[in-house]
Nanobody, 119 residues
Framework: QEQLVESGGGLVKPGGSLRLSCVPSGLAITYRAIEWHRQPPGETVELVARIAGDGKTEYADSVKGRFTISRDNAKNTVNLQMNNVKPDDTALYYC?????????????WGQGTQVTVSS
């Protein structure tokens, strides 16, 4: 059973920066993709950023130009660098890993880390 552990959440002021980290139990590079999702209070879960096994990245429009997803193969970590944060970025942030074998894919979710943007 794959496990993913998030860290780095906390309280940050508007305009500030925060870096979230996701450490999978297996090698990060072996996942089809690793994604960051978030669930704002009272809302549904939404995709924030994605990094595929080949390194290709994708972002939600709401975070483009502010957030950067990256994979550190030496540390086996996927990071989400959050810059110029806004109150709307307040949410529980989850890391999700997608593993595929023989054409069948399965999602693995972390427990989440809380990010609160407030002055």
């Amino acid at each position: 059973q794959e496990q993913l552990v998030e860290s780095g959440g906390g309280l940050v002021k508007p305009g500030g920066s925060l870096r979230l980290s996701c450490v999978p139990s297996g090698l990060a590079i072996t996942y089809r993709a690793i994604e960051w999702h978030r669930q704002p209070p009272g809302e549904t879960v939404e995709l924030v950023a994605r990094i595929a096994g080949d390194g290709k990245t994708e972002y939600a429009d709401s975070v483009k130009g502010r957030f950067t997803i990256s994979r550190d193969n030496a540390k086996n970590t996927v990071n989400l660098q959050m810059n110029n944060v806004k109150p709307d970025d307040t949410a529980l942030y989850y890391c999700k890993g997608i593993k595929c074998d023989w054409g069948r894919c399965k999602d693995y979710w972390g427990q989440g880390t809380q990010v609160t943007v407030s002055s």
